[in-house]
């Protein structure tokens, strides 16, 4: 395990790296309290899915990282008793420097 946190540790140097990695840590604090209220009811998605209004297929891509649709994903929130609150922040002239360089 070591040797992966070494790993990650030199990978957090490249910005693009590091912006692309705390974008799937902030998906991974909206997904697990989704996957948590399902298992601490006992719920299939598609159970969970019924009883939000949506369909498993949105619970399975919301549970994945795919929020194609904030809409739904605000949908299921509310129903588990969370929101949605979206943020737009600037990044620095440097990191926006090397973000560009990998596109």
């Known amino acids: 395990m070591n040797l992966v946190n070494e790993h990650l540790k030199e990978k957090l140097k490249d910005p693009y790296f590091r912006e692309q990695y705390e ?6 604090r909206i997904v697990k309290p989704i996957i ?6 006992k719920l299939s998605q598609g ?11 949105h619970i ?24 949605v609150k979206l943020q737009v922040a ?8 090397q973000i560009l360089k990998h596109a």
């Open 36 to 41: 948590a209220y399902r298992i601490k009811h």
């Open 60 to 83: 399975s891509k919301i549970e994945n990282g795919e929020f194609s649709s904030i809409a739904t994903l605000e949908k299921i929130l509310l129903f588990i008793g969370f929101t």
């Open 23 to 28: 974008l799937d840590q902030q998906k991974l």
């Open 47 to 57: 159970e969970l899915a019924k009883m939000a209004g949506v369909t498993q297929q």
């Open 90 to 97: 600037p990044l620095s002239r440097n990191i926006r420097e």
